[in-house]
């Protein structure tokens, strides 16, 4: 694989206050010309990040109150009318469409988990192929893509720490030679895994694998994964894009806010966007790092992109919304602000789509 690099970056200096239960307001949109691309080695380890990531918060996190309400109101799963409707959920597994070094393929494997063809290369992003993780009851439904049937993976991305988006189990699976592209402050995680070729990037920070960039991108997110971490890595999305200029935005995690209409200004012609739909209700508790499906749909338009797949939704129980409630609520916010049907891909698990420029 050829890999192109660039001097790294400076590091961000720690803010003043390191609460990480506190955020400062988010900072406006930038105006004006877009920055320079700002391109980093690929394999790019760095031990000089701020303690906390706090400062990059959209939005406080819940404190004792928010928590002791939640627990009030036993909101975290669905009644049970709600999942009644788990045999409807669409799984209709089929095999991986050919890709070649032209091709732009996805393959929905569930949740955020897919299967990326892009400038010859096949890339997982947030790869969840457990049938149960940290915290939640298994799986809705089995995961769309057979691990012995994907074809060799060529990197990996992942939006953030949380254990529906970085499960250990199936990293393990893979080669320890395999390219991942990492949030800042999440490359030890990996390290310690014994993971040789990590590349752990700020926001608006990128590298290149193969002729394919792989951009980081703001999420309006957070991040922990103990007791003692909370905020200490970077939360975030991704833009792919190919040679030729086609361009993928997988999200990741993300509630709605500003940072959606600048990546569509820095990053212009989104061919495809995968935006989470699901994981929403209670709105009191989620809205600040979940996106509703009629908030997704608006996400969609301020990226300017031109397709939408929705995630996140339809394969664990992570939120109390009904579990059929996210596909009916994005065609019909879809409907609604009046775009071209065949634009939304609101694949089944399993499903698969072909860009054809």
């Known amino acids: 694989m050829t890999e192109r690099t660039a001097p790294p970056a400076r590091a961000a200096q720690p803010p003043s206050s390191p609460d990480p239960v506190t955020a400062r307001p988010p900072a406006p949109p930038l105006t004006g010309p877009v920055p320079a691309p700002v391109l980093q080695p690929v394999g790019r380890l760095r031990h000089d990040w701020p303690r906390t990531f706090a400062d990059r ?21 669905p009644r049970p009318e709600g999942l009644r409707d788990i045999p409807l959920l669409p799984f209709e597994p089929g095999p991986l469409p050919p890709a070649g070094p032209d091709t732009v393929a996805v393959t ?11 400038g010859g290369l096949t890339v997982l992003t947030d790869p969840v192929w457990s049938r149960r993780i940290f915290g939640t009851p298994a799986r809705l439904t089995p995961v769309g893509v057979r691990w012995e049937d994907l074809p060799a993976v060529d990197a990996v ?6 254990f529906d988006h970085l499960d250990a189990p199936t990293l393990r699976r893979l080669p320890r030679h395999t390219p991942v592209f990492v949030p800042a402050g999440l490359g030890r995680w990996f390290a310690r895994r014994g993971f040789h070729r990590v590349t752990e990037l700020d926001w608006w920070e990128a590298a290149e694998l193969d002729g394919v960039r792989f951009d980081f991108v703001p999420a309006h997110h957070w991040s922990k994964r103990t007791l003692l971490d909370t905020c200490r890595s970077l939360w975030g999305g991704w833009v792919l894009t190919d040679r030729s200029g ?22 212009p012609g989104i061919d495809l966007a995968l935006l989470p739909i699901g994981a929403y209700a209670p709105r009191w ?4 790092v979940h996106t509703d499906p009629e908030e997704a749909v608006r996400a969609h338009q301020d990226l300017g992109a031109r ?27 879809w409907e609604k602000a009046g775009l071209p049907r065949e634009e ?14």
């Open 307 to 333: 397709r939408m797949a929705p995630m996140h939704w339809a394969t664990f129980v992570l939120s109390s919304e009904p579990v059929l409630e996210p596909l009916t609520r994005v065609r019909a916010a």
């Open 344 to 357: 939304l891909w609101d694949l089944p698990v399993g499903g698969s789509r072909v860009l054809v420029p």
């Open 108 to 118: 929905w494997a569930g949740h955020a988990s897919w299967v990326l063809r892009i």
């Open 57 to 77: 918060l959209t939005a406080p996190l819940p404190g004792v109150r928010a928590l002791a309400r939640l627990a009030r109101e036993g909101a975290v799963r």
């Open 285 to 288: 508790w989620l809205s600040d």
């Open 157 to 162: 991305v992942i939006s953030h720490n949380h």
């Open 246 to 267: 086609r361009r993928v935005h997988f999200a990741g995690d993300t509630g709605y806010g500003h940072w959606f209409a600048e990546i569509g200004r820095r990053h």
